[in-house]
């Protein structure tokens, strides 16, 4: 029958539009039909419908214009009906096998009709749909870009829907998209989403937006138009997932460094702020980002907010010199320059000399506490917690500071005692 209806030009398009929408569509409503179908029923009798038509001698004419929107909504459907296995669905399922030539499974109906490439296996699991889905748009993004252009749009347009159907798969399709030859104008489009997505509950999602905006962030003159995200970004550094602050702080560092880019005064504190935690995070990714953003910020900060950011500086001063023997050499070289920006702004010229002249803890150790003789107590709650470090360096150069250190707090052995034993 199916064969049938698509053999004139009259019905085949409307036959096309009719199984879009029912593939589309009807997985998002709890109506039936009105001889009683369920709607994961009616969703897989049109996918075995279309199979039909697929197994036609000659192409359909109107295939190669669905195709992109068709091609998505068997992926969806394989996800849907993966998720959702009703006794319904079962039963339907068991009836069509009778007839036979059918997979054990529904959701291999999809893959039972393509050539099979890798990534099916991970496609037909509920917890790796997203990983296929990724693959799958790397495979075939090369197509052209008339269908590049097609899917983008058409994923742009569902995700942009109050309540999108399988948005985290549909995310890692579009993501992948961005990466094809003459994505600049789905680039645009795929920035309508961020802020939105940036703030989803799934932590995959966030990993997959800051993913994409990566590869928009590779295209230069792309980047300024990345710069109302920054409050958003810097939102996302107080994340709980490393690898979501990591990739969050890779996006931020090319926008700040892009040309034209300006830090205003509360975002270059907010910034500095919540920076400071990562300054001595186990990553060493994390910290040479951290610590290259920190001195963006001290070199950008605006004359009026320069004061209000010397507190934070003050408050970063020790880990940066403690990290210039990071046994990483990025990390350790980084801050080394963070610290010859750092002590102008304190207006601290000698301590700036001896980091110049001399990479020695107890040179530096002197001169910070000859030049900061009010923070000694500050510095030393901070140095106990790098005499646990898991690098053997830090732990030297804190426990080398905390022996100049006790030279200068030589006739306040009560307030060092009470110090160390309140950490």
């Known amino acids: ?41 009616l969703a897989l009798a049109a996918t075995r419908a279309l199979r039909e038509i697929l197994r036609m001698p000659r192409c359909p004419r109107g295939l190669k214009v669905h195709f992109p929107r068709l091609l998505l909504a068997l992926l969806f459907q394989v996800v849907y009906s993966t998720e959702q296995m009703s006794d319904e669905v079962d039963t339907f399922w068991r009836e069509c096998q009778e007839e036979g030539g059918l997979p054990t499974s529904p959701s291999r109906l999809v893959a039972f009709e393509m050539e099979r490439k890798r990534g099916w296996d991970t496609l037909l699991h509920a917890e790796t749909h997203h990983s296929a889905m990724g693959l799958l748009a790397r495979e075939i993004h090369g197509v052209s870009r008339h269908f590049n252009a097609s899917v983008a749009s058409y994923l742009v347009e569902l995700l942009s829907k109050k309540e999108p159907r399988c948005e985290l798969p549909a995310m890692a399709f579009l993501v992948e998209i961005l990466a094809s030859p003459g994505a600049d104008v789905r680039a645009e489009s795929f920035l309508q989403l961020v802020p939105r997505y940036l703030q989803s509950t799934c932590s995959i999602t966030r990993s997959l937006v800051l ?32 690898d979501t602050v990591r990739m969050t702080l890779s996006v931020l560092i090319k926008v700040i460094q892009g040309p034209g880019f300006r830090i205003s005064t509360p975002i270059a504190l907010q910034l500095a702020q919540r920076l400071q ?7 060493w990714y994390v910290r040479h980002l951290s610590v290259s953003i920190f001195k963006e910020v001290i070199e950008r900060v605006p004359d009026d907010g320069k004061k209000p950011l ?29 610290l010859l920006l750092a002590t102008p702004l304190l207006k601290k010229e000698k301590l700036r000399q001896v980091v110049l002249r001399d990479q020695q803890i107890e040179a530096i150790g002197e001169c910070l506490l000859v030049e900061c003789r009010s923070r000694a107590a500050e510095y030393l709650r901070q140095s106990l ?21 006790g030279q200068h707090m030589r006739a306040q052995p009560e307030k060092v005692r009470l110090i160390y034993h309140s950490e």
């Open 211 to 242: 993913k994409g905006l990566t590869v928009i962030c590779d295209t230069p003159w792309m980047v300024p138009k990345l710069r109302f995200l920054v409050q958003r970004l810097m939102d996302l550094l107080q994340d709980t997932d490393m």
């Open 1 to 41: 029958m199916w064969r049938m209806m698509v053999t004139t030009s009259m019905t085949t398009k409307k036959v096309f539009r009719e199984l879009l929408c029912v593939l589309e569509d009807w997985p998002l409503h709890s109506t039936s039909t009105c001889d009683g179908d369920q709607q994961d029923v």
């Open 310 to 338: 010397k507190t934070l500086v003050h408050q970063s001063l020790l880990p940066l010199i403690f990290h210039v023997f990071d046994e990483n050499k990025a990390v350790a070289a980084t801050c080394w320059g963070t």
């Open 385 to 405: 917690t790098y005499v646990q470090s898991p690098q053997d360096s830090i732990r030297e150069a804190a426990v080398a500071f905390l022996g100049v250190l």
């Open 277 to 283: 935690p990562l300054l001595d995070n186990e990553s």
